[in-house]
């Protein structure tokens, strides 16, 4: 069973920047994907970025590409999300997802929310304009 644990969100004002970030525990963390979405309110949860399991393979959603990146330490088995040039479109709960590399690096599955195993709580993020 693996526990995540994101932090880092907060108020920020449009074109400022921020990192989140997601611990992980109680499993062996290298053999997951790790995956970013969000989720507004009234809306679906949706796709922001998500790093396979040495970091070298990054995919990211079109509304974020550019502006955020994804990253992965995995002796501290933690996974970031460095989000820059905010919008107020980007205001939600982020949450951190992890994955079993089989089951999403086919057919775009690390798209998919319901192909993650565990997610985290979900940290806030508020971008005002």
């Known amino acids: 069973q693996v526990q995540l644990v994101e932090s880092g969100g907060g108020l920020v004002q449009a074109g400022d920047s921020l990192r989140l970030s997601c611990a992980a525990s109680?499993?062996?963390?290298?053999?997951?994907?790790l995956g970013w979405f969000r989720q507004a309110p009234g809306k679906e949860r949706d796709f922001v970025a998500t790093v396979g399991t040495s970091g070298g393979r990054v995919y990211y959603g079109d509304s974020v590409l550019g502006r955020f990146t994804a990253s992965r330490d995995n002796a501290k088995n933690t996974v970031y999300l460095q989000m820059g040039t905010l919008k107020p479109e980007d205001t939600a709960v982020y949450y951190c997802?992890?994955?079993?590399?089989?089951?999403?690096?086919?057919?775009?599955?690390?798209?998919?929310?319901?192909?993650?195993?565990?997610w985290g709580q979900g940290t806030q993020v508020t971008v005002s304009s």
């Open positions: 997802a992890a994955g079993l590399a089989t089951d999403l690096m086919f057919n775009a599955y690390f798209l998919v929310p319901a192909k993650y195993n565990y």
């Open positions: 109680g499993g062996t963390f290298n053999i997951y994907w």
